[in-house]
DNA sequence: TCTTAGCACTCGAACTTTTAGAGTGCTAAG
DNA sequence: CTTAGCACTCTAAAAGTTCGAGTGCTAAGA
């Protein structure tokens, strides 16, 4: 499939994706000569440029302008041409820096705090999806008596996720009664993960204990629920408003539409999911993206860990005008760094 | 300082602010007789409305314009003439019935979902403020050993909030002694806010246990954190995208202004503190609010309580071209809506 | 065969001019 | 005090103009 592009061919395409990811201008063969000089006059730039055009490589917003990337342009570039390392030192020391700020301890805070540095280190909207708690495993469940009629139940996960919910106990449980009821709830699901406790599961469970205890229906709800409610799982942004920044974003109903799905989150839950591979970053460009609103975009995803059991998904989502290989560095440094402080 | 209009003046005025509400073009004489007809022709109105912009109460925009509602006139129509009741028997229902979907027990999911259904009835922007963790009464502190080294504790507020924290224990504590620990701990703080809880009365607290056990020194860093952790309260917004659709926004900068305002938590806190009034809802009209990004704006604000303790704020913002009558109406509902499935 | 200077041509962005109509203020009569 | 009538104003939208960056093509040179 993939054409064999002359070295020069290649030079030029480069000149013309960079130069265009900086100006957002279309590239004109006299500004790659002057700016890339490469002995070659500009009436051969343009007949290369004409040639690239052919091939698919660039496109000509109206006859009289310069060139701009297609979008197998930028797949060309992405694939073959890119830097791989589009970091300074001192900037990957300052990034560094903002990462590690304070000794945080909160899963939660982590993350929203990475949505900020990365959307504000590459200029762009970054999503970040959280630890999914159906993925974890089931570590203890314990209920403390509150008071006369209310205890707390409490869901204790191996990814350190914590669940309470106060439930009403309809009548007085003794200690022990209760000890009884939550080393045996223990006992069945240790070590299943959230998805894998099923209603029938816990209907099964429910029938068990009813026959001694008719009291902790209450106590299964937390169950039930977190079941439910933790459906949608949560994503986290950074810097929604940066793509005001970008002037392909100039137009309002643009604007409108990108924000609107941003406040969709099961959309970015999906969107995040269906680009997720294990190991690497993924690109996509244009329409590459399944979801509609973002076939004008250009997304980048890379997933994070705890103990290397995958986690959750982080992305970067611009104009497919975007720095690539810059911020694939960023995320890069990003996700090391996550996995090292979620792994403690 | 008010000064009186006659009635005739009293209902051109009206008839201007509403018709600009509704249509975000300026009022043209012969539309008001039109509209609104009242026995007189359009040159009668227009000296009417010649005198009311000079009384400051209307605006043109430029000469061969229509009049617009100044800063003024809005606070008069709002002080003096609006209909009390903005709502439908229709739209008060249905406006019930989405509030009360489910049997949410969770408080920050009503919150979260009351922003949603604010934003939708009144097409403007929502603001909540959750309820102040640090005014909240402390109730009582456990502590869950979980395995060998490590322990959660769990801190409940009477107005509902559960916060927990995984510690570690240097030592092994038997149940006994924490259990010692623990009752110690609830007797001092037990009724105080979370605001009275001092460092100095912590670092008290902590002479008087170490004398017993030299362990616990984890377990008093969640009461610590909490303390500064919470100290952004957090506001909870609803149809950040609905100004988009206003016309008076239709320039992006003001749109980044205002978004860029939306992600700044501390800001949007301190707009709803401002304003806040114990006891009936407020209405800031342009400058009349502190904050200089939104002097274009209007702000209408309530509060709602648990069992008459005034928990947090419920804000509408959007732009002085606003259906108060309408949004008062609607905040008025969730309020008391808010109130009833926060006491439960 | 590849490169390049030269030139006519294209097209959009920015600026100016024109036009249409909504709305005003003023005057004089009812 | 009200109103018909009219000249005047001002904007938004349409139409027209200018400018320059950039192209494609041709023909001459290496």
Redesign the interface.
Known sequence: MTVVLSERKKQILKAVVVNYTNTAEPVGSRTVTRVYRMGLSSATIRNEMADLEEMGYLAQPHTSAGRVPSQLGYRYYVDYLMEKDGLSMDEEQALTSSLSTEKM?EIEQIIINSARVLSAATNQTSLIMGPQFKKSAFR?I?I?P?DESRG?V?L?TDT?F?K???IDMKQHLSQAELQQVVSYLNQKLYGLTIDQVTTSLINELKRDLFRRLEILEQAFILLEESLK?ERQIRVFLGG??NI??QPEF?D?DK??RM??LF?QEPLLFKILEDTSSENDFVIKIGDENECEDIKECALITGTYKIRDKTLGTVGVLGPTRMDYSRVISIMRLLVDHLNMSLSS
Chains 1, 2 share one sequence.
Do not use: Y
Request: glycine residues 4%.
């Open positions: 301890r203890q314990r403390l509150l707390l409490v204790i350190g914590i309470n919910k106060v409610e929604t408003t005001l920044n100039k309002v604007i409108r924000l609107n406040e």
